[in-house]
Nanobody, 124 residues
Framework: QVQLVESGGGLVQPGGSLRLSCAAS????????IGWFRQAPGKEREGVSCFSINDGSRYYVDSMKGRFTISRDDAKNTVYLQMNSLKPEDTAVYYC?????????????????WGQGTQVTVSS
């Protein structure tokens, strides 16, 4: 199995930036995709971005294209989510997750392992 730990969340003003990190350990060699999800209070968990291990492809929700960037540091087994031009609607708990079968999917059930989440709050 794989263990995931998110970090980098915090409180920022609208228009600010944060970089989230997801450190993976354990049997990390067998997953095919790693993605970011978020969940706001009272709302469903939604996909944010995904990195395909197979070919390095990156996927983003349309509303986040141009603001968010996903990247990976192989040496550190860490995936990052750079978040710029943050809006109040981005406020949520952000999770990273890995899928051991298949390519990137926007459905949470496609992912096997999850981190504990990191809180992002965008408020003036």
């Amino acid at each position: 199995q794989v263990q995931l730990v998110e970090s980098g969340g915090g409180l920022v003003q609208p228009g600010g930036s944060l970089r989230l990190s997801c450190a993976a350990s354990g049997f990390t060699f067998n997953y095919e995709a790693i993605g970011w999800f978020r969940q706001a209070p009272g709302k469903e968990r939604e996909g944010v971005s995904c990195f395909s291990i197979n070919d390095g492809s990156r996927y983003y929700v349309d509303s986040m294209k141009g603001r968010f960037t996903i990247s990976r540091d192989d040496a550190k087994n860490t995936v990052y989510l750079q978040m710029n031009s943050l809006k109040p609607e981005d406020t949520a708990v952000y999770y990273c997750a890995t899928a051991t079968l298949g390519s990137c999917s926007s459905h949470p059930r496609a992912y096997d392992y999850w981190g504990q989440g990191t809180q992002v709050t965008v408020s003036s």
